[in-house]
């Protein structure tokens, strides 16, 4: 193992920044399935014998990528995704609990757009880990930019971070249909309540709402055309196909598939989830203006 080295592993936008932030203040490495042309870029065994990890690749693409290419050697790890897994409804702290151990994995969230973050832009970060020390080990490769805080709540952290992309959705629709800004500050602050009912049943902290994971990631990403997943709400308010916003975009938005993991899971255990149901159901075709009918009515 390369003790004390430092490695991304998923050079997309997110992956990147993390990589531009992390180098402030020691060597750090970045590996990609497609090689690129980025210092320190290095292959995958090489990033993955380093003692510190950072993994930006998305969410639905974790599993498969653990079980194909991942052996516990004692890293330390940090999930930066936000999504939960589509064909399953499993979170992602579950999926990677079956690779590495609780006191050796940490998951990034709060609100934190990659193209800020990389012009070194101040931001204030959560890492949630059930182990302290995997707080503070990372924390000081953070740099003077970036602050850091820690928090135990892993499943609310996580739910907060997927659940807003399904709420910027809704929000970038809301914004295409002309509807308002009453109207759009009703849905993010419902969108708030909802995610907080759903992160409930399991088990996850209000505070955790209610802080940067929560309310500062939604605010940010269901009030910016610098999202992904509000521009792809704004695509579908302007009558285009899911198809081609995705081909448009060329970048992940995880709010597409996660609506359908919150969907699963809510019919599942009978949590009542009106917003994030509606942006399914126009994900998989209904009229928007039909969904705004049926969440004033219902
Ligand atoms: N962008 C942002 O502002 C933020 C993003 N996030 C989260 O980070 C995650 C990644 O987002 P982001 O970097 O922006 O997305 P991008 O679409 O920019 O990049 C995703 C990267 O993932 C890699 N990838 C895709 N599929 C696979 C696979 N099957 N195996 C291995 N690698 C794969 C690709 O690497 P390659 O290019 O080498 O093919 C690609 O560059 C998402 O969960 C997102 O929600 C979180 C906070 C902020
Ligand atoms: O999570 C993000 C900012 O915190 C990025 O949001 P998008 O994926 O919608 O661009």
Redesign the pocket.
């Known amino acids: 193992m390369r003790k004390g080295q430092i490695a991304v592993i998923?050079?997309?936008?997110?992956?990147?920044?993390l990589h531009f932030a992390l180098s402030f203040k020691q060597e750090c490495f970045i590996s990609?399935?497609?090689k690129?042309d980025i210092k320190n870029f290095v292959d995958l065994e090489y990033a993955l014998s380093c003692e510190y990890l950072v993994i930006?690749?998305?969410?639905q693409?974790i599993r498969?990528?653990l079980k194909e290419n991942f052996k516990f050697n004692n890293q330390k790890v940090l999930v930066?995704?936000?999504?939960i897994e589509a064909s399953s409804g499993e979170f992602l702290n579950d999926i990677y609990a079956n690779f590495i151990p609780d006191k050796n994995i940490g998951f990034?969230s709060g609100p934190?757009?990659?193209?800020e973050v990389i012009k070194a832009l101040p931001c204030a970060l959560v890492l949630n880990s059930k182990s302290k020390d995997i707080y503070d080990e990372f924390s000081k490769f953070f740099p003077d930019f970036i602050k850091t805080y820690y928090s135990k709540d892993v499943i609310g952290a996580e739910i907060a971070?997927a659940y807003k992309?399904v709420l910027a959705i809704a929000s970038g629709i809301c914004e295409g249909l002309n509807l308002g800004k009453n109207a759009q500050a009703s849905l993010i602050a419902r969108g708030l309540v909802e995610m907080q009912r759903f992160g409930k049943h399991f088990k996850a902290k209000k505070a955790t709402f209610l802080g940067l994971s929560g309310a500062g990631d939604l605010f940010l990403t269901a009030n910016s055309t610098m999202s992904?997943n509000y521009r792809v709400g704004l695509g579908l308010a302007q009558g285009k196909s899911l198809k081609l916003i995705l081909e448009e975009l060329k970048?992940?938005a995880?709010g597409v598939q996660t609506a359908t993991a919150i969907e699963k899971l809510s019919n599942k255990y009978k949590i009542y989830t009106p917003i994030a149901k509606e942006v399914k159901l126009i994900l998989d075709g209904k009229n928007p203006k039909d969904s705004l009918k049926d969440l004033i009515k219902n």
């Open positions: 998923g050079a997309g936008k997110w992956g990147q920044a990609s399935r497609t690129k930006a690749i998305p969410a693409e498969a990528w930066a995704s936000k999504g990034i934190s757009f990659a193209a971070g992309n992904r970048e992940v995880e």
